[in-house]
């Protein structure tokens, strides 16, 4: 609701002639935006398939089925009401169907969200410096940049709990009397071992990891892109900045479905820094929802035709 109530507060007080002249600028262009994002899905499916090695050695899940269950795992944390968690539980239900086990793939999954905290840290970083070097010094950059610094512990904190803190096994320990499974038991100590070999795997971390900060990087292509096509250029560390800090505040608020209101608000906010109107911004939004809707949707479309298959099925079922 709180998301819903700061997005119409935007469009109440937005020039609806001007928001729609410049969406008219760019016309179908806008379409280029599809194919691109599949640069993004092939870097992220690209880290996990490292990730995925150890635990395929027949390559059942070979990269473009990985590269399709990146996209709908992406479809439905950005679609979706699911909290942003969603979308890597059905990632190990289809990575089930190619028979591999579970919970070593659970524990890629983790890792890879792990590594994403981490990759969304330093490209805020990045996007924080860019912004103190494009405006005026003043307290205001200062504070963010100390706020970006101090978060570091976040990333930090949950990869040394995972690593040594066994937390899986002490979480089932917690819920056990209430929950009364003895069985989990097993599953949450397995679970943990396999987090802490892929732990050990560093280069696998650091190939994944580099990968994604890759991936997000690369989509600060789009805003450029974008406000090209609404005949406002801006140079590519400027995409930088409004990419980044939305991505970061969009993450923070992963509670909000689908990030609405609050991408939409970040956007308008950092604009306004940085010589960008309203009317822009919330363009530049609606064409990175209309991106995100017709790549989305024909995901978890797919999905779903093969879980209905799946379900009429006589011999596979899981």
């Not at 949950?158 to 929950?179: D, H, I, K, N, Q």
């Amino acid at each position: 609701m709180f998301g819903l109530a700061l997005l119409v507060a935007l469009f109440a007080r937005v020039d609806y002639v001007a928001l729609l002249r410049i969406a008219d600028l760019a016309g179908w262009a806008l379409l280029w935006l599809i194919p691109y994002r599949a640069l993004y899905f092939f870097l992220y499916s690209l880290g996990w398939l490292r990730l995925l090695q150890p635990y395929d050695p027949q390559h059942r899940a070979p990269l473009g089925y990985v590269f399709w269950v990146t996209s709908v795992r992406e479809a439905i944390d950005r679609l979706l009401p699911v909290a942003s968690i969603g979308g890597g539980i059905v990632g190990v239900r289809l990575l089930r169907w190619r028979g591999l086990s579970a919970i070593p793939v659970s524990a890629t999954v983790i890792i890879e969200i792990l590594l994403t905290l981490a990759a969304l840290y330093l490209f805020a970083v990045l996007g924080v410096i860019l912004l103190t070097g494009v405006s005026v010094p003043g307290a205001t950059d200062r504070r963010m940049l100390v706020a970006v610094l101090l978060s570091v512990v976040i990333p930090v904190l949950t990869g040394c709990l995972l690593r040594y803190g066994s937390v899986f096994e002490r979480l089932e320990a917690f819920l056990r009397p209430w929950v009364g499974v003895p069985a989990m038991s097993r599953g949450a100590i397995t679970l943990d071992y396999e987090l802490r070999a892929c732990f050990r795997r560093y280069e696998s971390l650091l190939f994944a990891g580099s990968l994604q900060l890759l991936a997000l990087i690369s989509t600060s292509f789009e805003i450029w892109f974008v406000l090209r096509l609404f005949q406002h250029p801006v140079n590519f560390s400027t995409a930088v900045i409004l990419e980044s800090l939305t991505q970061a505040i969009r993450h923070l608020a992963f509670v909000v479905p689908a990030g609405v209101g609050v991408q939409e608000a970040s956007l308008v906010v950092l604009g306004h820094a940085l010589g960008i109107s309203s009317e822009l911004a919330l363009a530049v939004s609606l064409a990175k929802r209309i991106r995100e809707l017709l790549c989305g949707l024909p995901a978890l479309l797919s999905w779903q035709f093969l879980e209905m298959r799946r379900l009429h099925s006589p011999i596979a079922k899981s």
